[in-house]
């Protein structure tokens, strides 16, 4: 199969390439200890029900202690059939996505078929193991396929989990309390939905990472419903207008001066009119 | 329109010729029938066929080592026909290609994608000059989950396509056009019919009375177990049936 990304072909077992870099690197820092890449914060959940799977994020990405974007989107298009949520470095869960989807495209053009979700899983993890760890990207893959409904999860050195629910980021623990207690088999629709989106506030609510509005999308063998935002926040926004009423102000003194203009040249000139 | 030159090339590697032939592509076609085996394959309701002659010309040579059915995975077999080693090697590559599809994307490969890709590699075989194309002919015969029993054919030019029935070797002609006049009749053959009919067609093509040792018969149905080589009592049980009905 040809990969779009790739002008030659991956060499084959591990790439060193970085070692001598990040040896150099290790000896700049004190206790030899390289930075952290650094984690953005995201609550993302997915729940696998009787007709299909509900995925579930937060909106917020922080840079540091400073929200960076507070309507970004987590919840990223793979194919028809199947969405990613994406927890970790916002570039490589983004660039990461973007790769397999385009992947996924030229496969289902080639062999006239929607991907399965085992081939997405494999492709994302043969690419993470291949890159230790460095891509700093924890994604939750749901989707329907020929085979089923289907729940996984990656993690960013290459790891596989097949469940169904599940929750990543830095407010997974909170999410995962609320799953582990009320997840059940052939759940409804709406109770799934309502499950998912109890599981992300609870991230909101007890992660300072994570925040904002919820996004929702709802994949069955019928279509994709995504609906963003699916709650927003009660804390809003300013709503970005600078005026103010008369009167805001106290007016102390008023000085009017009139302008005095003298006519210098006058001339008239015709209009055409009909 | 002056016909151009050429240098006397085209026909020793694979460039065009002047009439825009690839010559070597062509007399791999003619190398197939070499082998001087037939091979027919038909694909019924609910279940492939592949059938092929057993020629064992030495009386020394090992029966049980002669064989052009192969198992590339559980669901897809193939029947060569042509040059025997040129055959081993494609069908070594065919296995390497589906095995590494399911290390790299955790399913089974398909049995289209697999034919795909077999075509693409001879197809290169076409363009590059260092190597010359193979001499025989893979027939693929599986089951997909999605699409159900299915049938291709590949060959030394690179072309695939998916058949309801197919022939291939010395008697393709007469063979193909007596699966044509069977198929415009009835379509979903079932399990019984289409290893009678394939037999059958072998049999009246070739004018040969066929023994059990000098047939090979592969099958893949939807009930059973992936693919499987008939035995030479399951092939008789066949024969017996075929020669009542007659």
Redesign the interface.
Known sequence: MALSNVLETPLPGFNFDNAARNAALEGLYDGGQTPKPMKTGTTIAGVVFKDGVVLGADTRATSGEVVADKMCSKIHYIAPNIYCCGAGTAADTEKTTELLSSNLTIFSQ??G?NP?L??A???LQ?MLYRYHGQIGASLILGGVD??GNHLYTVGPYGSVNKMPYLAMGSGDLAALGILEDRYQQDMELDTAKELVRVAIHAGIMNDLASGNNIDICVITREGVDYIRPYQESEYKDRNMKYRYRPGTTPVLTKKVVPLKLEVVQESVQQMETI | MSRGSSAGFDRHITIFSPEGRLYQVEYAFKAINQGGLTSVAIRGKDCVVAVTQKKVPDKLLDAKTVTHLYKITENIGCVMTGMTADSRSQVQRARYEAANWMYKYGYEIPVDMLCKRMADISQVYTQNAEMRPLGCCMIFVGLDEELGPQLYKCDPAGYYCGFKATAAGVKQTEATSYLEKKVKKKLDWTYQQTIETAISCLATVLSIDFKPSELEVGIITTKGSGFKILSETEIDVHLVALSERE
Do not use: K, L, Y
């Open positions: 080639t062999s078929r399965r085992v081939m899983v494999n492709i043969d020929c085979t």
